[in-house]
């Protein structure tokens, strides 16, 4: 069995992950990190390509400090040896279809049987239930129906996809989320629970103020392109060798920019002099403040307008991104020995903790690379090992 350093925070806690694509990997991955023992359970067939090639770097990315374990839960002799591991595990994750796991006997109502205390979280594209809940989902379709395509683009451009699964992300976490919440709540109740989470009401939960406009106001969104939609002037700036963000909102920020810009005349404008004014007169107002920043380069820009508290900052390729002084200091690449490539950098997590840490140890594993040692964990000897392997359940 995999040793885990005692400093993990969820080094205690074991994860059964029947997840693929995305969302599922990517709510595993944030308890895999942080030091729980997740079995990625896989079809000894493989999953038809679904979650891009084994030894691409997504799938690296997505599936890292984990076992894998292959194992046919439509054979009853699979099934029973799940059954066995959901007994003495704390977490099952899933992002199958919602009637999938029904079919293979695997459904909350089925463990919690077994497991009073197991924690059961399931995403999807819709949810578990509704008029929605037996269609496929996939990111972009809830990038569209949640909202997201039609305020995304520059204005007339018609509806823009947002250049990361959004969805499949924030469903992912917003998972983990309800599991360590769902934890929590088992060492004061004893008793486990079902966390659901679905690509449509992630995708509309982060439209946040854009939602809420909607909810509150009455408002119907419309594209604003790189420009912020509330907060003027907010957006892209072409200087004299490229582009910067400026972000000045609010009264006591745009009187800086415009000191910084030596136009001090824009604070006191009628057109621009207020929040409401400068949302009326917007592409004015950009146009003044860009007939400026063309005039020296973006270094220099961010220089000067970062030393007179004006937020602001390049716009970076990946290469870029990595490259930054900051994303450096912050760990955002982390280095892993993989034993065919070498040293390679996985992405890194986005929360840091004064005692508590996350780790990548190991690298993404191969199909069904610890299927022996877990099921021997299990109590199976080398016979009855090899008989499974001879019916193809293993």
């Not at 018609?158 to 060492?187: H, S, Y």
């Not at 005039?295 to 820009?301: D, G, Q, V």
């Amino acid at each position: 069995m995999t040793t885990l350093p005692p400093t993990l925070p969820l080094a205690r806690f074991k994860v059964l992950d029947l997840t693929r694509v995305r969302a599922g990997p990517t709510c595993v991955r944030q308890l895999a990190d942080w030091g729980a023992d997740v079995i990625k359970i896989e079809a000894p067939a493989g999953d038809s390509g679904l979650g891009g090639a084994r030894h691409g770097p997504d799938f690296w990315n997505l599936h890292r400090n984990k076992r894998s374990l292959t194992l046919d839960l439509k054979a009853p002799e699979g099934r029973d040896i799940f059954y066995k591991l959901v007994a003495q595990s704390d977490v099952v994750v899933e992002n199958y279809r919602p009637d999938v796991k029904d079919r293979l006997k695997i459904d909350w109502a089925t463990l919690e049987k077994i497991n009073p205390r197991l924690v059961y979280a399931s995403i999807s594209g819709f949810g578990q239930d509704g008029p929605y809940r037996d269609r496929p989902g996939f990111d972009q379709i809830a990038q569209g129906m949640g909202g997201l395509m039609s305020i995304t683009g520059l204005p007339g451009q018609g509806p823009v996809r947002v250049g990361i699964p959004v969805a499949d992300l924030t469903a992912g976490i917003f998972a983990a989320q309800g599991i360590l919440i769902a934890l929590l709540d088992r060492e004061a109740s004893g008793k486990g629970q079902w966390v659901q989470s679905s690509l449509l009401g992630a995708q509309i939960a982060m439209l946040d103020f854009q939602a809420a406009r909607w909810t509150i106001g009455g408002e119907i969104p419309e594209q604003a392109g790189n420009d912020h939609p509330t907060s003027i002037p907010t957006g892209v700036f072409a200087t004299a060798d490229g582009h910067i963000n400026i972000a000045a909102a609010g009264n006591d920020i745009y009187h800086r920019l415009c000191r910084a810009l030596g136009r001090e005349d824009l604070a006191t404008q009628p057109d621009y002099a207020t929040d409401t004014n400068r949302s009326k007169n917007r592409k004015a107002l950009n146009a003044e403040i860009e007939a400026v920043t063309r005039t020296k380069t973006s270094a220099a820009w961010i220089d000067n307008l970062n030393a007179a508290g004006v937020p602001c900052g390049p716009i970076n390729t990946m290469d870029q991104v990595f490259a930054d002084p900051q994303v450096q200091h912050l760990g955002m690449a982390r280095p892993v020995q993989h034993p065919t490539r070498g040293t390679v950098g996985l992405v890194g997590q986005a929360i840091s903790m004064s005692r508590s840490k996350w780790e990548i140890r190991n690298t993404t594993p191969e199909q069904g690379e610890h299927t022996d040692a877990i099921l021997t964990e299990l109590g199976l000897d080398a016979s009855a090992i090899s008989a499974l392997r001879g019916k193809k359940v293993v």
